[in-house]
């Protein structure tokens, strides 16, 4: 072989090995090849495009629906009257805009002081269907309740109210907002609405808008909890998709919100190919 074809052969061939060893080289990885593989583009092009995405929404709110009529055909005239507690984001409130803000920054990981600036500019969208059955609830005297851990200090339940009341739902005061900012803990506050109505189900994204006993960092034993109370879903755990953030991020990195690390991506790495095919 000719010196220079050698040369570029032997070239070609580190290149294609540096290729193939990239997703390893956390620490060197620049700037823009994060861009490229960045941890976010996955989950939001799944959001922001595909109609399954959408399509559960109308199926858990319709589920909601079918719950709320059957609680009211079966009311007697002495019972509580009925309730719905749902979550707010991503639950009624969509963010696919500071998601998609988010990755042409460059940035792969959930940021605490963008999602506060965002917040404050009412961008939020009503999920597909929560409107509708929000207002069914609403004109057939079933109370809502919006119960949210958001934190955005003092301005947290102002800024809120405003959120829910710009895309149009119903009951949106301090009676019916409960805003959790110093624990993520929402059982307390389902129990004091349980004292006075009678809950027909609960809505959310995250397992712990259900129950705080999901709110496990140990990935296997979150499944297994979940697993034991498989006959509830869909029936008073009414859950909806999000790949994007939650309690299950928390259990792969040990809190809800990791920094954007070279280490937090190669445990997100780690619990991707948690199970990988090695012929
Ligand atoms: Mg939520």
């Given at each position: 072989m000719h010196e220079t074809v050698k040369v570029l052969v032997k070239t070609l061939a580190i290149s294609m090995a540096l290729a193939a060893a990239m997703p390893a080289l956390g620490q060197n990885a620049t700037r823009n090849d994060r861009d490229i593989e960045n941890n976010l583009l996955m989950a939001m092009a799944w959001k922001q495009t595909a109609a399954e995405f959408r399509a559960l929404y109308h199926q858990g709110f319709n589920i909601a629906r079918m719950r709320v009529e059957i609680a009211l055909a079966q009311?007697?005239?002495?019972s509580l009257p009925l309730a719905v507690i749902s979550d707010v984001?991503?639950?009624?409130?969509?963010?696919n805009d500071y998601w998609g803000y988010l990755i042409t920054q460059g940035q792969d990981f959930f940021d605490d002081a963008s999602w506060d600036r965002w917040i404050e500019e009412n961008r939020a969208v009503a999920s597909p269907g929560a409107l509708e059955v929000l207002n069914f609830c609403m004109s057939n005297s079933v109370e809502i309740f919006y119960v949210t851990n958001r934190d955005?200090?003092?301005a947290t339940v102002q800024l809120a109210i405003e959120n829910l009341n710009a895309v149009g739902?119903?009951?949106?005061d301090t009676a019916h907002l409960r805003v959790l900012r110093e624990s993520s803990n929402k059982e307390l506050v389902q129990q004091q609405i349980r004292e006075d109505y009678e809950v027909v189900a609960l809505l959310g994204d995250n397992l712990n808008d259900f129950a705080r006993r999901y709110y496990s960092t140990d990935v296997d034993q979150r499944m297994s909890l979940m697993e034991q109370d498989k006959e509830r879903y869909g029936r008073d755990y009414i859950l909806f998709p999000n790949p994007t953030d939650g309690h299950w991020i928390r259990a792969i990195f040990?809190?809800?919100?990791?920094?954007?690390t070279d280490e937090n991506r190669a445990i997100l790495r780690r619990a991707a190919t948690r199970a990988a095919w090695a012929p």
């Open positions: 009311k007697q005239d002495d984001d991503e639950t009624l409130l969509l963010a955005q200090g003092e739902f119903p009951l949106v040990g809190e809800s919100e990791p920094a954007a």
